[in-house]
Antibody, heavy 117, light 108 residues
Framework: QVQLQESGPGLVKSSETLSLTCTVSGSPMRSYYWTWIRQPPGKGLEWIGYGYVSGNTNYSPSLQSRVSISVDTSKNQFSLKLRSVTAEDTAVYYC???????????WGQGTMVAVSS | SYVLTQPPSVSVAPSKTARITCGGNNLGSKSVHWYQQKPGQAPLMVIYSNIDRPSGIPERISGSNSGDTATLTISRVEAGDEADYFCQVWDASSERAIFGGGTKLTVL
């Protein structure tokens, strides 16, 4: 059974970089496209982007200038970096996996990140 | 950019049928997926590729997609079905995921 677990700081200062890691168990890293999705409090889901073991990435146009996703097969992890954060980046951040570029079959439990001024 | 539109809320009495819609331009030509999210939990895929159910999802949950509207149907609604439901498509031209705004299902 594939399991995902997010980790990282729950509080980030405004203008700094948000960094999260997702640890994958139960699956080879090459089996999925690894993605990040976020959900501001009381709001809907927003796709952030994906990364693959090949190094291929793609990001939401609204975040593209500030975001990067990387995959580390040696650690069975993938990571999210979001630069120059503001209060609008406060959200629950989910890592998720897609076997094809279509639907999100597996999800982490999510981690809340608040941006403080 | 492509937009998916869902009603903010749907209410239904126990044992009745709930229908949650997702609208988009020529949506019937796309593959629509549905996620259920209960309070404090991560989303869970309940329908993929318009009509298919992942393992463990009960048969009373079904999906359809035609024209400009996809529909998630929950028959014999139970209290445990109360949740937010999100539709999603993958826009192949831009290689990005698009979510609907979500629908809160209330069981009366």
């Amino acid at each position: 059974q594939v399991q995902l677990q997010e980790s990282g700081p729950g509080l980030v200062k405004s203008s700094e970089t948000l960094s999260l890691t997702c640890t994958v168990s139960g699956s080879p890293m090459r089996s999925y496209y690894w993605t990040w999705i976020r959900q501001p409090p009381g709001k809907g889901l927003e796709w952030i982007g994906y990364g693959y073991v090949s190094g291929n990435t793609n990001y939401s146009p609204s975040l593209q200038s500030r975001v990067s996703i990387s995959v580390d097969t040696s650690k069975n992890q993938f990571s999210l970096k979001l630069r120059s954060v503001t209060a609008e980046d406060t959200a629950v951040y989910y890592c998720a996996g897609m076997t094809t570029l279509d639907s999100f079959e597996i999800w982490g439990q999510g981690t809340m990140v608040a941006v403080s001024s | 950019s492509y937009v998916l539109t869902q009603p903010p809320s749907v209410s239904v009495a126990p044992s009745k049928t709930a229908r949650i819609t997702c609208g988009g331009n020529n949506l019937g030509s796309k593959s629509v997926h549905w996620y259920q999210q209960k309070p404090g939990q991560a989303p869970l895929m309940v329908i993929y590729s318009n009509i298919d159910r992942p393992s463990g999802i009960p048969e009373r949950i079904s999906g359809s997609n035609s024209g400009d509207t996809a529909t998630l149907t929950i028959s014999r609604v139970e209290a445990g079905d109360e949740a937010d439901y999100f539709c999603q498509v993958w826009d192949a031209s831009s290689e990005r995921a698009i979510f609907g705004g979500g629908t809160k299902l209330t069981v009366l």
